[in-house]
């Protein structure tokens, strides 16, 4: 990898009369983010021009917000993400719930300190003045980046959280929504999995079956997502059944997880759908847009 060398490729690809698009897409999705960082400060010190810049000036659309995507600090890609969910024109809840439940803690901190230095507000104070009542206690929730990140599975505790669930839920009239938001929110992956299967014993049904039944809206969203993480999040952006695609989540999902966990988003999105994401992504979208998508998709 020579940083000058790629440095050198997108400039020759932005130079003169016309765009090479491909030369672009070529380039960036072969590097990983940090390398991409590198080429960014490669480009300023030896060609003498801001790349962000000239990419914007370049390229425009769907296409340009994927390749902008790619050259954004992760951390900050999620903060600008976050902070146009809450203060463009009306909320984007999706957006919220999918960024908070699936990063670690150690990034959610990385985005609590640099949104607070960015916007002057904290994350917290944004969610609490723009979301309410239960959704907004779970975005709270997940913004402290407090969650069990361990593996330990107490068996004893599995049962108790199972059997809990089922009376905050099925067993009573109305639903007791703080039992569900303490237990998916705090425990660990390891351990829901557990609970979840001991919960289908007693209750006849899957967990997300329940909370389907049992909640609406933005906090049926955000439980889910809790439980299931991310294939669920690019699930609910597109829609093989033809109903239009959410771009702004499409694009979100496929910059931030291209390197993370694309192939079991893809193994997921198979089993929902039937259909493979590149199949998917070949059928609904068209142009640079589909191209640069498909090269991060794989496969």
């Known amino acids: 990898f020579s940083a000058e060398q790629e440095a050198q490729a997108l400039r ?112 917290e104070d944004d969610i609490v003045s723009d979301t309410s009542s239960m959704f907004r206690r779970v975005l709270v929730s997940l913004a402290t980046g407090n969650r069990d990140e361990g593996t330990f599975v107490d068996e004893a505790l599995a049962q108790q959280d199972a059997q809990a669930l089922y009376e905050a839920g099925e067993k009573r009239w109305g639903t ?61 952006a597109v829609s093989p059944q033809g109903l239009g695609t959410d771009d702004s989540t499409l694009i979100r999902v496929m910059v931030s997880r291209a390197e993370i966990d694309m192939l079991y988003i893809r193994r997921e999105f198979l089993a929902m759908y039937g259909k493979s994401l590149h199949s998917f992504i070949k059928g609904d979208c068209s142009g640079d847009y589909r191209k640069v998508l498909l090269r991060l998709c794989g496969g």
Do not use: W
């Open 176 to 236: 007791d929504e703080v039992q569900f938001m303490s237990i998916l929110c705090t425990r660990n992956r390891s351990h829901l999995l557990r609970v979840f299967d001991v919960y289908r014993g007693i209750a006849n049904k899957d967990i997300t079956d329940s909370i389907k039944s049992e909640m609406s809206g933005d906090l049926e969203d955000a439980l889910l997502a809790v439980g299931e993480f991310p294939a669920f999040k690019l699930c609910v």
């Open 12 to 123: 020759k690809a932005m130079k003169g009369f016309g765009t090479d698009e491909d030369a672009i897409i070529e380039t960036l999705t072969k590097l990983n983010v940090s390398q991409r960082q590198q080429v960014l400060i490669t480009y300023k010190s030896t060609i003498g021009r801001d790349l962000i810049d000239d990419l914007k000036s370049e390229l425009s659309g769907n296409f340009e917000r994927v390749i902008i995507g790619l050259m954004t600090p992760t951390t900050m890609y999620d903060v600008h993400e976050l902070r146009r969910a809450l203060k463009g024109a009306g909320t984007d809840e999706g957006c919220l719930i999918e960024i908070l439940a699936s990063r670690t803690n150690a990034e959610i901190r990385h985005i609590n300190e640099n949104y607070k230095l960015q916007y002057g507000s904290t994350l």
